[in-house]
Structure formats: structure tokens, C-alpha cells
């Protein structure tokens, strides 16, 4: 009963937290957006580009920009990785290999974060501050500023214009990141989380033996990776690790870092359209698959019947920190695998049939509730445009979204995003399973070992980093395969929402007329709801059919 109720509570306070953020970082995050005024050092970081920020791009010249900055970002973090025994700070560690170090600097640009080694010994210190965290704030940044140009596509009138991704990068990531970065650093190391530039030190154990531990920046790239849905640990035990995540007010803490952005973000939405109740719509349709989801996984790991152990224990606390417990272990689950965040404070791959399951599912819904920084909301704004064509085709009625009409040219690029991870998913999932080599590398060759394959590619796909383990992907094909699938998971749907952001700023605005389909009402709400259980979760059916339903009947 204590346990129950100090679960509740948990829940409670994360959203009270998040509700009493979601008005003032939503109306800053617009302001940020929106402003015309550029601060002294951004401009001092305009001139070390050569960029103009009163300029405006197209949508051909945004999506180049985006992809450049992609290109040269992976081709550096290549390089500092490949050199980083040449460089101060590298505690002695040896250079990545060439497959290690392409699928890391693709999971980092890509904010994915997936890791395949063990942070603590196989990166140095200035390879985790200068190359990971600093990517853990640009490429949330990145998300961003895709999302603020699908934006300004429904917001601007006949123009050819959406905005300046330098600037966006720019300014979200001074304005934004970096102040809530700084003040949870120092909140994380007030409640005991390390902040040092140790090497490694060599323990004895209570047993008589010796272990290394490795200091170094922990709290402060622990805060971005959370806050960024970025996801990657400086241990290999990432959030579980009592470095990281010290206690269960740390753990609450972070847990609010990996929602708060992107939670706050539909209000950026609203107040960008100049209509806040488009926001709270999205908003609720977020919060609702959250809180079932929250609800589902919970249950599932506390009403265990896998194993007499489990079910003993009064649920299934293998693969769970004690100082966590079940609620606060599935709440992070839920978290991170609904946002764009690989980070973990317990072990997937442990959970129920069910609650894996579900986990599973979050990510192959596309991270939308409430989705990575920047792209879950365009991707659920993606959504509400399949929603709306969907309504349309109902009534025989051209559809109309935020006075803009969707006709053949924008419901081409939305149907292109619903794809374009289904197919990286499967098609990767596929070729592993076909591949012998790749096969030899499952653990567990049976019904689990499939859906740890199935979470692996899914995991990339959608840019989230987290894994059931169980797997081993430290070697030439599933790194050189996973890092494609991230590449392609991470860039080609931006492709399509910026393709997209651009026939929409074209348009001129349609009136608001009696046969307008409201939407930002509770029924479409619920239409939203039916479309992306159907539209994007049967789609996975018969893979999770072969996984972790086909498990748990069993």
C-alpha cells in the first residue's frame, strides 16, 4: 500500500511540474521563435558563420542547411573519436574503431544516442564534453527548429519563405538549452550526482577484490541528454547508475527533463497560429496515450505472473534499481520510449511480455506523446493532417488544417513521413533476421531474441537509443547497418515536413466557413487517437505479432 501510494505521488508531482511549465517555457519557446531582435552573441556567432540572421531561407535552402550541418557534425565527431588518444583529457583511452565510430557519430547527430559501448571505458573525457554534449545540444536544437519551419509553413501567406535554420539553431539552443541546462547542472550535483575531471580509480571491494571507477563530467551532460531527448549515458548503465541519477528526487527530475520541452512545445504551437486551443488539442492527445501508456506498463510489472520470483516479490523487480522501485522504473520506461530518449534507469529487456511490449509499441507509434524535442510535435502535426484528410474524405469535403488546404502535393509529402519509418523498421528487422552472421549475434534465439532484434531497429529508426540488450550489435554489420537506419530515420522525414512547410507558406488562407472541420475539439481529439492507433499502430501488427504478442501468449 505505501508502495502504491508513494507511486502515486511520484506521478502526480512529474505532472504538476509539467503542468506548471507548460504556459511560461511554451510562450518563451515562441518568443524565442518569433523575435526579431538578435542578442549580442548570437550575432558574434552569425559573423563566425558568414551567416546573415535577418535573412529568411526557402524550404530547399533550409533542408540544405539542415543537411550540411548533419554532414559536417558526423564527419567531426568521426574524426574526434578516431583521434582521441592524441587529445588532453582522453584518460588513457585507446581510438574507436572505424564502425564503432561511424555508428556513434551518426547516433549522436542523429539524437539518437545509441550505445554499443561502455562509455566509462572506451570514451575520454573531451570526447564526451566537446563531441557528445555538444551534440546532445545541437541536434535537439535541430528538431526544433524543422518543427518552428512547419510552423511558420501555416502561419505564412503566399511566400517562399520559412525561416533561417542557422538562427533557429542558434537561438534555441543559447536561449533555451543552455539556462535550464546550467541550473539543473548544479541542482544534480547539489543532490549528489558527480561533477569532476577524474580518471580512472581502482577500488577494493567489500569481497577483497579490485574494480575501476571512472570520474568526470557527469551532471552536466546528464541534464542535456535528458532535456534534450538525446539519451546517452557517460556509463553504460546510463540512469541506473547511481553517478547519473543519484536517488529518487534526481530520478523525478530527470524524468521531467526528458518531458518538458516537449510537452510545452504544443503551447508553442498554439501561440505561434495564434490559436492556443490547437495546442491544448495536441496537448491532450499527447497526454492521453502518456498517461494509458503510464497506466498499461505499470500494471503490468506490478501484477507479474512470468516468474515465482516476481510474482513473490510483489512484481518484477529484475532489471529494476531498488532505489527505484517498479512505479518510478516504469515511469521513466514509458518516458523515454514515448519521447525521441534513449536514457534508461532500469533494464528493458527484463520486462514483462507486456510492459516490453508497450515499450516497443511507444516507439513504433513515432514518439509523438509527447515525442523527441522538435519532432514529436511535427510528427504528430503530421498526424493531424492525415486526421483532417481522413474527416474530409468522410464529409466529401476538401480538406482545410489552420486555414490551408490539403490536397494532393501536401498529402503526398505526409504520406512519405507515415512510411519512411515503417520501411527502415521492417525492412532492417527483415535483413537481420535473413542474415546468418547477424543472427549469430542474438543471445537469445528464439521469440525474445526476435523482439530484441525488432527494438533494436526500431530504436534507430526512430532516433530513440534505447535497447532490450541481449543483442550483440558491437561488431561491423549491425553497426554499419543500425547507423543507416538511424541516418535514414533521422533525415528523410525531414525531408518530407520541410517539403511540406514549404507548399503550405505558399498557400493564401481559406476562411473559416460553417462546413470548416473544428479542430480543436474533444472529437477530434478522438479522431487523432483512432487515427494513430490505426494508421501507424496496425501497421507493426504482424511484427509484433511474431515478438512480444507471440511471447506473451506463451
Given at each position: 500500500m505505501?508502495?502504491t501510494?508513494?507511486?502515486w505521488?511520484?506521478?502526480?508531482?512529474?505532472?504538476?511540474?509539467?503542468?506548471a511549465s507548460?504556459?511560461?517555457?511554451g510562450?518563451?519557446?515562441?518568443?524565442?521563435?518569433?523575435?526579431r531582435r538578435?542578442?549580442?552573441?548570437?550575432r558574434a556567432?552569425y559573423?563566425?558563420?558568414g551567416?546573415?540572421?535577418?535573412?529568411?531561407q526557402?524550404?530547399?535552402?533550409y533542408l540544405?542547411s539542415v543537411l550540411?550541418?548533419?554532414?559536417?557534425?558526423?564527419?567531426?565527431?568521426y574524426a574526434?573519436?578516431?583521434l582521441?588518444n592524441h587529445?588532453?583529457l582522453?584518460?588513457?583511452?585507446?581510438?574507436v574503431?572505424?564502425?564503432?565510430?561511424?555508428?556513434?557519430?551518426v547516433?549522436?547527430?542523429?539524437?539518437?544516442?545509441?550505445?554499443?559501448y561502455?562509455?566509462?571505458?572506451?570514451?575520454?573525457?573531451?570526447?564526451?564534453?566537446?563531441g557528445?554534449?555538444?551534440?546532445?545540444?545541437v541536434?535537439a536544437?535541430?528538431?526544433v527548429?524543422v518543427?518552428?519551419?512547419?510552423i511558420?509553413?501555416?502561419t505564412?501567406?503566399?511566400?517562399?519563405h520559412i525561416?533561417?535554420?542557422?538562427?533557429?539553431?542558434?537561438?534555441?539552443?543559447?536561449?533555451?538549452?543552455?539556462?535550464?541546462?546550467?541550473?539543473?547542472?548544479?541542482?544534480?550535483?547539489?543532490?549528489?550526482?558527480?561533477?569532476?575531471f577524474?580518471?580512472?580509480h581502482?577500488i577494493?571491494?567489500?569481497?577483497?577484490?579490485?574494480?575501476?571507477?571512472?570520474?568526470?563530467?557527469?551532471a552536466?551532460?546528464e541534464v542535456?541528454k535528458n532535456?534534450?531527448t538525446?539519451?546517452?549515458?557517460?556509463?553504460?548503465?546510463?540512469s541506473a547508475?547511481?553517478?547519473?541519477?543519484p536517488n529518487a528526487?534526481t530520478n523525478?527530475?530527470?524524468?521531467y527533463?526528458?518531458?518538458?520541452i516537449s510537452f510545452?512545445?504544443?503551447?508553442?504551437?498554439?501561440?505561434?497560429?495564434g490559436?492556443?486551443r490547437?495546442?491544448y488539442?495536441?496537448?491532450?492527445?499527447?497526454?492521453?496515450i502518456?498517461?494509458?501508456s503510464?497506466?498499461i506498463?505499470?500494471?503490468?510489472?506490478l501484477h507479474s505472473?512470468?516468474?515465482?520470483?516476481g510474482h513473490?516479490a510483489?512484481?518484477?523487480?529484475?532489471?529494476k534499481?531498488?532505489?527505484?522501485?517498479?512505479?518510478?522504473?516504469?515511469?521513466?520506461?514509458?518516458?523515454?520510449t514515448?519521447t525521441?530518449?534513449?536514457a534508461?534507469?532500469?533494464?528493458h529487456?527484463?520486462?514483462?511480455?507486456?510492459?516490453?511490449g508497450?515499450?516497443?509499441?511507444?516507439?513504433?507509434l513515432g514518439?509523438i506523446a509527447p515525442?523527441g524535442?522538435?519532432?514529436?510535435?511535427?510528427?504528430?502535426?503530421?498526424l493531424a493532417?492525415?486526421?483532417?484528410?481522413v474527416?474530409?474524405l468522410?464529409?466529401g469535403?476538401?480538406p482545410?488544417y489552420?486555414g490551408k488546404?490539403?490536397g494532393?502535393?501536401?498529402m503526398?509529402?505526409?504520406?512519405?513521413?507515415?512510411l519512411?519509418t515503417?520501411a527502415?523498421?521492417?525492412?532492417?528487422t527483415?535483413?537481420?533476421?535473413?542474415?546468418?552472421?547477424?543472427?549469430?549475434k542474438?543471445?537469445?534465439p528464439?521469440?525474445?531474441?526476435?523482439?530484441?532484434?525488432?527494438y533494436?531497429?526500431?530504436s534507430?529508426a526512430?532516433?530513440?537509443g534505447?535497447a532490450f540488450?541481449?543483442l550483440?550489435?558491437?561488431?561491423t554489420w549491425?553497426?554499419t547497418?543500425?547507423?543507416?537506419?538511424?541516418?535514414?530515420?533521422?533525415?528523410?522525414p525531414?525531408?518530407f515536413?520541410l517539403?511540406?512547410?514549404?507548399?503550405?507558406?505558399?498557400?493564401?488562407?481559406?476562411?473559416v466557413?460553417?462546413?470548416?472541420?473544428p479542430t480543436h475539439r474533444?472529437?477530434?481529439?478522438g479522431?487523432?487517437?483512432g487515427?494513430i492507433?490505426?494508421?501507424?499502430?496496425?501497421?507493426?501488427?504482424?511484427?509484433?505479432s511474431?515478438?512480444p504478442i507471440?511471447?506473451?501468449l506463451s
Amino acid at each position: 500500500m505505501n508502495s502504491t501510494l508513494a507511486g502515486w505521488l511520484q506521478v502526480l508531482l512529474l505532472v504538476a511540474l509539467l503542468a506548471a511549465s507548460y504556459r511560461p517555457l511554451g510562450d518563451f519557446m515562441a518568443h524565442t521563435l518569433t523575435s526579431r531582435r538578435h542578442l549580442r552573441v548570437e550575432r558574434a556567432v552569425y559573423r563566425l558563420g558568414g551567416v546573415d540572421g535577418d535573412s529568411e531561407q526557402t524550404w530547399l535552402q533550409y533542408l540544405r542547411s539542415v543537411l550540411a550541418f548533419g554532414v559536417v557534425s558526423v564527419l567531426f565527431l568521426y574524426a574526434f573519436m578516431r583521434l582521441q588518444n592524441h587529445l588532453l583529457l582522453s584518460i588513457g583511452m585507446k581510438p574507436v574503431d572505424p564502425d564503432g565510430s561511424f555508428n556513434t557519430a551518426v547516433s549522436f547527430v542523429t539524437n539518437t544516442n545509441w550505445q554499443w559501448y561502455y562509455g566509462e571505458s572506451t570514451m575520454g573525457h573531451l570526447v564526451q564534453m566537446m563531441g557528445f554534449a555538444v551534440q546532445n545540444f545541437v541536434s535537439a536544437a535541430m528538431g526544433v527548429a524543422v518543427v518552428s519551419a512547419l510552423i511558420r509553413g501555416f502561419t505564412r501567406k503566399r511566400s517562399d519563405h520559412i525561416g533561417n535554420f542557422w538562427v533557429d539553431l542558434t537561438r534555441f539552443t543559447l536561449r533555451v538549452l543552455l539556462p535550464i541546462s546550467f541550473v539543473f547542472a548544479i541542482i544534480l550535483v547539489a543532490c549528489g550526482a558527480v561533477q569532476n575531471f577524474d580518471g580512472i580509480h581502482s577500488i577494493s571491494t567489500i569481497a577483497g577484490g579490485h574494480q575501476s571507477m571512472t570520474g568526470g563530467p557527469i551532471a552536466s551532460q546528464e541534464v542535456i541528454k535528458n532535456l534534450g531527448t538525446n539519451g546517452g549515458g557517460f556509463y553504460n548503465a546510463n540512469s541506473a547508475h547511481p553517478f547519473e541519477n543519484p536517488n529518487a528526487l534526481t530520478n523525478i527530475f530527470e524524468i521531467y527533463l526528458l518531458l518538458v520541452i516537449s510537452f510545452a512545445l504544443p503551447r508553442t504551437f498554439g501561440r505561434m497560429v495564434g490559436d492556443n486551443r490547437q495546442g491544448y488539442a495536441i496537448l491532450a492527445v499527447m497526454a492521453a496515450i502518456w498517461i494509458v501508456s503510464v497506466v498499461i506498463v505499470t500494471a503490468n510489472e506490478l501484477h507479474s505472473t512470468s516468474s515465482p520470483a516476481g510474482h513473490a516479490a510483489g512484481g518484477m523487480m529484475e532489471g529494476k534499481e531498488q532505489r527505484f522501485g517498479i512505479w518510478a522504473s516504469a515511469l521513466f520506461a514509458v518516458s523515454t520510449t514515448l519521447t525521441s530518449c534513449g536514457a534508461v534507469n532500469s533494464f528493458h529487456d527484463s520486462y514483462t511480455p507486456g510492459g516490453g511490449g508497450l515499450l516497443i509499441f511507444n516507439m513504433l507509434l513515432g514518439e509523438i506523446a509527447p515525442g523527441g524535442t522538435g519532432s514529436g510535435l511535427y510528427g504528430i502535426l503530421i498526424l493531424a493532417i492525415i486526421a483532417v484528410f481522413v474527416a474530409g474524405l468522410m464529409v466529401g469535403r476538401t480538406p482545410e488544417y489552420l486555414g490551408k488546404k490539403l490536397g494532393g502535393r501536401e498529402m503526398k509529402f505526409a504520406s512519405l513521413y507515415i512510411l519512411t519509418t515503417p520501411a527502415v523498421v521492417l525492412v532492417g528487422t527483415a535483413a537481420a533476421m535473413a542474415s546468418a552472421g547477424a543472427r549469430a549475434k542474438m543471445l537469445n534465439p528464439g521469440i525474445h531474441g526476435y523482439s530484441e532484434v525488432l527494438y533494436a531497429f526500431t530504436s534507430a529508426a526512430n532516433n530513440n537509443g534505447s535497447a532490450f540488450a541481449g543483442l550483440t550489435v558491437d561488431g561491423t554489420w549491425y553497426n554499419t547497418a543500425l547507423g543507416l537506419a538511424m541516418l535514414l530515420g533521422r533525415f528523410l522525414p525531414m525531408v518530407f515536413v520541410l517539403a511540406l512547410a514549404g507548399a503550405l507558406a505558399k498557400q493564401g488562407t481559406v476562411p473559416v466557413t460553417a462546413g470548416t472541420l473544428p479542430t480543436h475539439r474533444p472529437q477530434f481529439v478522438g479522431l487523432m487517437l483512432g487515427v494513430i492507433l490505426i494508421v501507424v499502430g496496425l501497421t507493426y501488427f504482424p511484427a509484433l505479432s511474431l515478438g512480444p504478442i507471440a511471447e506473451g501468449l506463451s
